[in-house]
């Protein structure tokens, strides 16, 4: 069970080019995703109604696509327009359209009730559009539901054990943290945590060698179904950064997009940003690394948490004080889902 | 549910040699095959009755197979005749035996009721036995349904686009052609398709540099539960090849034969033919090869249709007018399983 | 369904040094097996209470583990007794612990009520802990019910035709032998096979060249759920070992515990041992060797048979003379299982 009426990343502006036919299942459904000839990205289901072929292993013809079984041809609404050796197409002969919006370098895609689509809510990630802000836009395919990957990111306890070496840098963040209140919000939560006179962690430490003891600070939004926005930012310790004075400070802005693919396989989208003004290629390259380095370490974590989950589904999670902000958003989606079902 | 009082190829004859004790999943079930020292062909459970190992793990004695688990000995009819260490063997320690057809450089198998074998319903493909005619036997496995592999088939109009460069040659092919009415049989279908005034394929291009513009014909024969035969042709274009007149053609007889695995995967069992006095065996080579080619570009698209239909088993396929064919095909077949399973 | 109330080997000690936390399936139960501190081997769930992360992918704190996730701290018994950033630590947040013994290099786990554990329980095989015999124990990892590979042993004709030309030395092993009459033991069953007169085993002519015609013994000792013990010896012929006679007789001790993983994967422990005084590791080396290339000989056959018996639930084994023992201890476990489950 998942949402369905909100916007998923189906992929990067930049996958869907060079008359590229991307299949790819999204929600359990196998979607085709391409831009035509027109400029226009397109979604339809990826399965040609006829006999069930692929329409991604099709070929693109300006803005339609033709099955290369026995070449029925598909305009962007997903109505078949041609039957070679036919002389009639019958109009129930269409394959289901998506909607789609291609903006800030993401194509999303609204999966659920076509009459409810509404674009004022795709969630909005700035930097990508502003050009003082860098990073490599990335994707990790996971075999685990989207919803352990959404846990881990809404405790962001967790990069003092699972991330101490790469981004986390001290099992003492935890304890030495100071946090704000939980901002609950009705599609999400926001939360700031604080890590006062503490040592820059080795992903920073690596491309900034100069930086003594910093004042830390980590500001989590997250959105249902699953967004995860951070900012994150370092200030040489003591210069009164809570008060607001950012000067001397690094700052990073973090994106990650889960899209569930099946139950238990996920989609991954991410981005790291910075503002660097020199040396700007090597910083991004050094971040993005950084980064796929800790995600790799999520990554064995939470899909052997999905084994173990898999294997006993009586077992009942217990929940610690942390737990409140993933509480939040898991009884978001639940209360989603429930209303969507009431409402069909 | 297959049909199974009928003929099944179970191998190629040339399969059987060197004490070959072949271990074959035929039907969802586990048949061992081997030729006895005395020529015969025999089949039988590929499951030793006392403990279940597999009888194709064993050795051959004579006409006889012996289980190296602990050394019970089965004759050719499934019997077991010695057990090391007991003096007596009980009557009710045997295996399933499966009646066999070795013609034809053909082994045919009937896994349905053994009174009702029929040796005059094995389908005939008089090439094989003829000297004239040159060709090299080969298998594919395909993880589809058997089905959708004779469903591709039955509708010779893939050729123009699954085989536009290979075997094809021409996505006009579907809107020029010619068919000569569906000849619907008790046991199959009969059609022909001419493509007058056309190019070469490829795959004939390869070995037929002097050759013009043709006139092509394909007459398919089909049988259930799965089984056809193509004869295929070219003519130099114009000279009367429609009145009979087959001077300065080339021609070629083609057989396949779908054998069920299990319900998911398939043998695919197949030879295509050519009556060449010169270079036969270069001809030969090429054929195959080329033919092959194709074969691999039919399985790339029906494995992906196994996988679409797997994933969604709600989804109705919607026909168009060139599956009258595979309609009849399948509508054979179904009323085949529906007797068998009355008269059971 | 397996038998809980016993003791299971879960490991070799010597697996369990460096501070290694072993992950492992037992019984379908996932179990983190570790050596503390303390020199005690710990055995618990391997899944955190909080996230249902494994706890294998923690690490060791003295005699406590420490979940990477969140970093809970579990100690020995399975209680949290850390939360880093919370102060305190609800009692209902703990793990199931096992009970352990650490016995004759063998680490024995009672999987079932631990109100039963009875350490007098545990199966004794003393060559393991006595200096003057000698062997390198190893292990095995089966796709097959624990049952089938128990089921090969107490059939030690399979030596006949599964070994031939490793373990057994001749297919007349099974004719020529003489057995005692099967001793049927409460929880097992103790039975001896002579082969008077015949070869040395190919696996004792590589290492024994000097030796003649012998008089062979193996004395096979089964117990429930799956522990095997065998004596096995080799007497110059007519020297009177019927008669108690070992002068010049070579004897070999092996011990093999099979724990069921899954209900279909297997924990297979093993070890082969000999007290010759000269060339000792040579002589261990070569033994290993050999027998671990009997066992892959019984591992091709009885994974085969676990694959032909999934296929088809209905198959129904018939039996022969020589499955007394078999029986038997299918009939003990059987029995055991049932009696547990009217207990509980």
Redesign the interface.
């Given at each position: 069970m998942f949402m369905k009426n909100c916007w998923y990343v189906a992929a990067w502006s930049h996958e869907l080019i060079d008359d590229a036919l991307v299949g790819r299942t999204l929600l359990?459904e196998?979607v085709l995703l391409y831009r035509g000839n027109d400029g226009k990205v397109c979604a339809m289901e990826?399965?040609c109604?006829?006999?069930?072929?692929?329409l991604s292993?099709g070929r693109l013809e300006g803005n339609c696509v033709?099955?290369?079984?026995?070449?029925?041809l598909f305009d962007s609404s997903g109505a078949c327009v041609e039957?070679?050796?036919?002389e009639s197409v019958?109009p129930?002969?269409k394959v289901r359209n998506y909607p789609i919006v291609d903006t800030g370098h993401l194509v999303w895609i609204w999966m659920g009730e076509p009459t409810l689509v509404d674009e004022s809510k795709i969630p909005d990630f700035p930097y990508l559009k502003d050009p003082a802000w860098h990073g490599r836009p990335d994707y990790l395919h996971y075999d685990a539901n989207y919803q352990l990957i959404a846990?881990n990111l809404a405790?962001i306890?967790?990069i003092?054990?699972?991330h101490t070496n790469t981004l986390g840098g001290s099992?003492r963040y935890?304890?030495e943290?100071t946090a704000s209140p939980l901002e609950k919000l009705d599609d999400g939560f926001r939360l700031t945590k604080w890590h006062m006179n503490s040592d820059l962690p080795p992903f920073v430490k690596k491309i900034e060698k100069k930086m003594g003891k910093v004042d830390r600070w980590n500001t989590v939004e997250m959105k249902v179904p699953a967004y995860f926005f951070l900012e994150s930012g370092f200030s040489p310790a003591g210069t009164g950064i809570e008060k607001g004075n950012k000067e001397g400070s690094l700052e990073f802005h973090n994106f990650q997009a889960m899209t569930p693919e099946t139950d238990r396989t996920t989609h991954f989208f991410w981005v790291y940003m910075h503002n660097q003004k020199k040396d700007v290629e090597l910083y991004s390259h050094s971040l993005h690394d950084s980064i796929l380095e800790g995600f790799h370490e999520d990554k064995?974590?939470i899909e052997?948490?999905q084994e173990?989950?898999d294997?006993d589904p009586k077992?009942k999670?217990?929940?610690?004080?942390?737990d409140a902000p993933l509480s939040h958003l898991r009884w978001l989606v639940d209360k989603r889902i429930k209303e969507e079902s009431t409402q069909a």
């Open positions: 359990n196998k990826d399965r109604c006829h006999r069930g072929a692929r292993m033709r099955c290369m079984y026995h070449g029925l039957i070679p050796g036919q019958p129930n002969l846990d405790d306890n967790h003092a054990y699972v099992e935890v304890v943290q064995a974590i052997a948490q173990v989950l294997a077992f999670l217990r929940a610690i004080a942390s």
